[in-house]
């Protein structure tokens, strides 16, 4: 079946404009999660969807980061007024019911460059 | 809080030899589980191996084993008969219960495997 799908591949934008990650779960899977990974380091966890909800935010570095789950399935982060620092490859991964258990399943990642 | 340290930024290995990559982890919370994932120069993440805390075996899957020690907090990966396409990050992750589901991510340690 289809793994987890993240759009753009690769996205390039100025200091200060606005920008839309959009990630597609596996279908069925309840949970979702957002990851910020910068070069020659591990992923950072951003923020955690059960369903529609955000269960946990935390990782959100400040108020320029938001992400929304309308109906439970996509999942879109949005980053206004972009800093050089954002730059990372923003990772979503999904699993089926997000017990401890689970594997979380990854997309390809999203690579985004701040000029 | 949740930490999870690997040591080894970078290590060769031969193929069909089998390699260990170190995980130390720090937490509080007395139920958890530990995963292993791949990175590839692809940039995705591959789910290689799960132990939960309360697992009395040490995971299995393939050639990847993971030496759970728990009285020491490590978690160490074990490859055995190495092969090219091993070449690769490998990132030691955890997920704490009271944390929430999310993994909290080591920094990585670089694989190459030489012919």
């Known amino acids: 079946g289809a793994g987890v799908s993240q759009t753009p591949s690769n996205k390039v934008t100025e200091k200060g404009k606005y920008v839309e990650l959009r990630c597609d779960p596996i279908s069925g899977h309840t949970a979702l999660y957002w990851y910020r990974q910068s070069l020659g380091q591990g992923p950072e966890f951003l923020i955690y969807?059960?369903?529609?909800?955000?269960?946990?935010d935390s990782g959100l570095p400040n108020d320029r980061f938001f992400a929304v789950r309308p109906e439970g399935s996509v999942s879109t982060l949005k980053i206004q007024r972009t800093e050089r620092g954002d730059s990372a490859v923003y990772l979503c991964?999904?699993?089926?019911?997000?017990?401890?258990?689970?594997?979380?399943?990854f997309g390809p990642g999203t690579r985004l460059t701040v000029l | 809080a949740q930490k999870i340290t690997q040591t080894q930024p970078g290590m060769f290995v031969q193929e069909k030899e089998a390699v260990t990559l170190d995980c130390t982890y720090d937490t509080s919370d007395q139920s958890y589980g530990l995963f292993w994932y791949k990175q590839p120069s692809s940039g995705e993440m591959i789910f290689l191996i799960y132990q939960g805390s309360y697992d009395e075996q040490n995971a299995t899957e393939g050639r990847y084993s993971l030496n759970f020690q728990k009285a020491r907090k490590s978690a160490n990966l074990v490859i055995s008969a190495s092969q090219l396409g091993d070449s690769a990050m490998y990132f030691c992750a955890m997920r704490a219960k009271a944390a929430g589901n999310k993994l909290t991510f080591g920094g990585g340690t670089r694989v190459l495997v030489k012919p």
């Open positions: 969807f059960q369903g529609t909800g955000a269960a946990d």
């Open positions: 991964a999904s699993s089926p019911l997000g017990v401890s258990r689970d594997e979380q399943f």
